[in-house]
């Protein structure tokens, strides 16, 4: 398979999904993504961190220093009770998206 | 939640947004790097790879420090705004803990702000407000100076100095004027002007509609022009453009309107509602005896007013020469339009706005005295929080809120007091106020008095707070929070306050007390006629109409013909000027066998009146006879004098048979015989400092009523007067339908709208003085109580040691007005100097009146005792064993 490049806006409700298993630092946020999707999705590491930023802002998910696995200060993300909702929203209207692209590839 | 994170961050570093953003990016290259060794990537080249996995290093950096400072900024505004509203709601919480004091302070607040901005707005709308007109500073009017008077110009003094004074770019005369306005719709009276072609050039106006006048148009026969005021187009002829080119009946006469002025040139209610070519004659161009011109003129360009003033008494001295019959007393002045329009009103606003700053000054005053008080009443609390560990600054801050959520609780009523007061005032105020209308609450004035408010309360609890938040907890926590010790700095502060407070409030109360006594002395004045159940109407006879006098006079005896007949009215008749209406007419007299020296003159108001004036009014004839219908022309010429001319001409001698003459040439006068002597009656204003010498005419033989032709209808009825004002229309209409009644109103409300004046400035002052005294009454209240407060233990232990009720009594209550006598001593001397502004509108009582004075210092000081009494009282009752029980 092909790698797919990355639909604008859909690494937000990747990284939500990720971040609702639990706090995450962003390496891991990242290793996760690429697990999940099995190098599917190309995703360049660094767009991570923006992404992250912006979402802290609005308030989806909040950022503490913690220690890594390693013994290494690393900056932990989680969600929010707002990024929890954001991503359920998020979710659904992907699922939404993907059936009605879904239908129309399949009568086509 | 935002505070676990704050502290757990500050613990692990105390790094910046940018050093967390370099130390996150490092972070995962470092690991990502041994990540890949792990996964058997050549180790020296793993960093390489990590790095191009990640991409542009630089931008992902710029971008997520970006996004870090907007959110940190964000952040700390958060935390401040959280802050303010934690201390916002417990001030709240505070003052609805202590709702007296809450309501008190912001209902203080309130009066003064709301009463300043008021004021203040209606001052800026009237008098600070640069008029609408283009340069307004070069309008001028022009006077002639009649021994020291300001005085019309004659028409041919006008001329002279419209070709004479280079400082004038141009010049114009106007005379007011009254015009019939017949046609669609009931007839009416329209106040107006008649001007000179250059008129609106000098105020620079151009009209809204249609044009101004021509060179041309302003000539005798070519003057049946009419240029409409905004108002009286839009009243009359509902806003319709298509009136211009048309042509309105004024005096009986078509005029074709070829304007509309724009509404900005209306400036007061009594302006100008239509205007009409001045059209001199003419061989008016060498009248120089006939002064009835009111002149403005526009300066050029840099011409000053010194340039046009030394250019105008150049050429009143070469019109002493030319004339020296009229002019050889004439000065000329000029004087800027503004101040002329203003005359009268600008000082009254003036002392209102002082008055009013004495409000808002008390009204701090007020506010400051009880926020000390409450603060060294909350010192103990204050030192238990500061003990269990809240910081000074804190306490202050808090402190602080709770006059800041005072002030504008304060301001937000006071806001609306202001909007109330604006429209109160605008409602109650005398006719002819210039620029009223226009009054808005002023956003500066607004500003200004929320600005001193909020000084005021934020400094008088900026002293108590700093003072409590002091950490000297020990002291007040043992004492309990009650300190021991009058006299105190602080105290000095608050008696000083005190003084303050009464003396200005006896400034106000000075001034509002010598303003009703000038209402009363107007109430009392003795009319010399009896105004209660008599109806008035006006009337007006164009000579268009009524080309001829006797076709007029006739008239107007044939409409009080009419009224006579309605039932109710007792009896009628007509004046040509209406006593207390404000005008006057008057002509130099002639006294057979006692001629006048030289340069000296006697001058009486004139009045013709139909038989039955007197006895209508109920004007006293003391000698002689009233007119009779056998007073016509042609029979030999009667008049009746009053007592005031009566002894200015005859003194110590009988009136009746004597003759005088008002008309005729000097060496040949036209006698007439005085066949009575009637009461004085105030002719021209209420305010009038005495009667004026008057003479009476029949209106049949007058000499002086000429052209346009106006009078008055008196009638005498058994009930309401108002209830005939329908049936005098309609008495009016049957003789003449053109005819306009105009100005219907019963004698009693000619009355009192000559003395709207004085009761405007009454009321107003008045108010403004109850406000003040109110307010100095809460404040000595408040300072006592809290004196009684402190002093509880000191007092229980004087009455333990054997002190009477009444000795603790007399030593609080003497301790009160200790400070308010200081106060009351101030305020009379302030007094003294400030009632002196009020010179010109005092009626019947000088500006340092010792009754006022003293009624007011007895109110003032009773008003002090009563405050100061209450709280005494509560002392004097201490139970010793309460007020020493630890």
């Known amino acids: 398979m092909a790698k797919m490049d990355l639909l604008q806006g859909t690494l937000d409700v990747l990284i939500l999904k990720t ?25 360049e590491e660094g767009a991570l961190y923006p992404a992250l930023h912006r979402m802290e802002e609005r308030g989806w998910i909040e950022a503490e220093w913690g220690v890594s696995e390693n013994n290494r200060r690393a900056k932990f993300y989680r969600l929010t009770d707002l990024g929890r909702r954001q991503l359920n929203a998020e979710s659904e209207s992907w699922q939404r998206y993907a059936q009605a692209v879904g239908r129309v590839l399949q009568t086509a | ?68 400072v907007r959110r940190e900024r964000g952040r700390r505004w958060t935390e401040v705004f959280s802050e303010l509203r934690q201390d916002a709601v417990f001030a709240f919480r505070q003052l609805r803990e202590a709702p007296a004091f809450a309501l008190i302070a912001i209902f203080t607040l309130a009066l003064g702000i709301g009463a300043t901005t008021a004021i203040f707005s209606l001052l800026n709308a009237v008098v600070l407000q640069p008029l609408p007109f283009p340069e307004p500073e070069r309008i001028v009017y022009l006077w002639s100076v009649d021994r020291g008077q300001d005085r019309s110009t004659s028409p041919g003094n006008f001329f002279e100095f419209k070709n004479g004074v280079p400082s004038f770019e141009r010049l114009a005369a106007s005379v007011k004027a009254s015009f019939n306005l017949t046609g669609d719709g009931a007839p009416e009276r329209i106040d107006g002007s008649r001007v000179s072609a250059e008129y609106f050039e000098v105020l620079g106006v151009q009209p809204a509609l249609g044009r101004g006048f021509t060179a041309a148009e302003d000539a005798p026969g070519r003057e049946r022009v009419v240029v409409l005021s905004d108002g009286l187009w839009r009243e009359r002829f509902g806003g319709d453009p298509k009136i211009l080119n048309q042509a309105i009946r004024l005096n009986g006469l078509p005029h074709t309107v070829i304007g509309v002025m724009p509404a900005f040139v209306t400036l007061s209610s009594s302006d100008s ?18 002064s009835y011109l009111r002149v403005i003129g526009r300066l050029g360009p840099g011409a000053s007013r010194t340039a046009a003033q030394a250019e105008v008494g150049r050429i009143a001295k070469r019109l002493k020469e030319l004339d020296p019959r009229s002019n050889v007393d004439k000065e000329a002045r000029i004087e800027p339009f503004l101040d002329r329009l203003l005359s009268g009103y600008r000082r009254r606003l003036l002392i209102l706005l002082g ?162 006594r000038s209402a009363l002395a107007l109430q009392n004045v003795e009319l010399g006629f009896e105004p209660a159940g008599v109806l008035t109407a006006q009337l007006s006879l164009p000579e268009a109409d009524y080309p001829e006098t006797e076709r007029a006079v006739a008239a107007v005896q044939r409409v009080v013909g009419e009224v006579a007949r309605i039932p109710g009215v007792e009896s009628a008749a007509a004046v040509s000027i209406l006593p207390l209406s404000g005008s006057d007419t008057s002509s130099r007299l002639d006294i057979e066998g006692n001629p006048l020296p030289p340069g000296q003159e006697l001058h009486g108001s004139t009045r013709e009146v139909t038989p039955g004036y007197f006895h209508t009014m109920r004007i006293p004839l003391l000698r002689g006879r009233d007119f009779t219908a056998a007073d016509r022309k042609g029979a030999p010429k009667v008049a009746v004098v009053n007592q005031a001319l009566a002894r200015l001409a005859w003194p110590g001698g009988d009136a009746l048979g004597k003759r005088l003459a008002y008309t005729g040439e000097d060496d040949k006068p036209d006698w007439i015989e005085v066949v009575g002597v009637a009461g004085d009656v105030r002719l021209g204003h209420l305010e009038d400092e005495e009667v004026r010498p008057g003479f009476y005419l029949p209106m049949d ?166 405050a100061s009494w209450v709280p005494a009282r509560r002392a004097s009752r201490v139970e010793p064993s309460r007020a020493l029980a630890p």
């Not at chain 2, 690991?31 to 790879?49: S, Y």
């Not at chain 2, 407060?789 to 009160?816: K, P």
Request: charged share 15%; aromatic share 4%; net charge positive.
């Open chain 1, 19 to 43: 971040l609702s298993w639990g706090p995450l630092h962003g390496y891991a946020v990242v290793r996760w993504i690429s697990q999940q999707t099995e190098d599917a999705l190309r995703i």
């Open chain 2, 1 to 68: 939640m935002a505070s676990w994170r704050r502290s757990f961050r500050l613990h692990l570093r105390g790094g910046t947004v940018e050093q967390d953003v370099d130390d996150e990016i490092a972070f995962h290259i470092e690991t990502r790097t041994r990540d890949l060794i792990e996964e058997g990537f050549p180790p020296h080249l793993a960093r390489e790879e990590a790095l191009r996995l990640f991409g542009q290093v630089e931008g992902v950096r710029r971008t997520c420090r970006e996004i870090g």
């Open chain 2, 701 to 866: 033989q007058s000499d002086l009523l000429r052209g346009d032709i106006s009078a008055a209808v008196v009638a005498r009825t058994a009930g309401d007067p108002a209830a005939l004002a329908p049936a005098v229309r309609r008495a009016v209409t049957t003789v003449d339908p053109r005819l306009p009644v105009f100005e219907v109103a019963t004698m009693e409300e000619v009355r009192a709208a000559s003395a709207a004046t004085a009761r405007f400035n009454m009321l107003m002052l008045t108010a403004l003085g109850v406000i003040g005294l109110l307010l100095a009454a809460v404040g000595i209240y408040g300072v006592i109580a809290w004196f009684v407060s402190q002093r509880t233990q000191e007092i229980g232990l004087r009455m333990a040691l054997g002190a009477t009720q009444g000795r603790v009594l007399a030593m609080v209550t003497w301790q009160a007005m200790r400070p308010v006598l200081v106060g009351l001593a101030v305020g009379v001397l302030g007094a003294l100097a400030a009632t002196r502004l009020l010179g010109g509108l005092l009626f019947g009582v000088t500006a340092t009146d010792p009754l006022t004075f003293a009624g007011v210092l007895a109110v003032l000081a009773a008003a002090a005792l009563l």
């Open chain 2, 273 to 290: 509602r239509l205007w009409v070519p001045l059209a001199l004659p003419p061989e008016d161009a060498t009248n120089y005896g006939n």
């Open chain 2, 355 to 516: 008055a009013v700053a004495c409000v808002l000054l008390i009204a701090c005053v007020n506010v400051a005295n009880l926020l000390l008080a409450r603060g060294a009443a909350r010192g103990r609390e204050i030192a238990i929080r500061a003990a269990l560990g809240a910081g000074r600054r804190r306490i202050v801050r808090q402190l602080l809120t709770e006059s800041l959520v005072l002030s504008l609780a304060g301001s937000a009523a006071g806001a609306g007091l202001a909007w109330l007061g604006l429209r109160g005032l605008v409602a109650i105020s005398p006719g002819g106020v210039p620029r009223l209308g226009q009054a808005g609450i002023d956003g500066t004035a607004l500003a200004c008095a929320l600005g001193l408010g909020l000084v005021a309360s934020l400094l008088s609890g900026l002293v108590p707070a700093l003072r409590t938040a002091r950490p000297d907890l020990q002291s007040t926590l043992k004492e309990g929070g009650r300190s021991i010790g009058a006299g105190s700095p602080r105290d000095r502060v608050r008696s000083g306050l005190l003084v303050a407070e009464v003396a200005l409030s006896l400034v106000l109360l000075a001034g509002a007390g010598l303003l009703i």
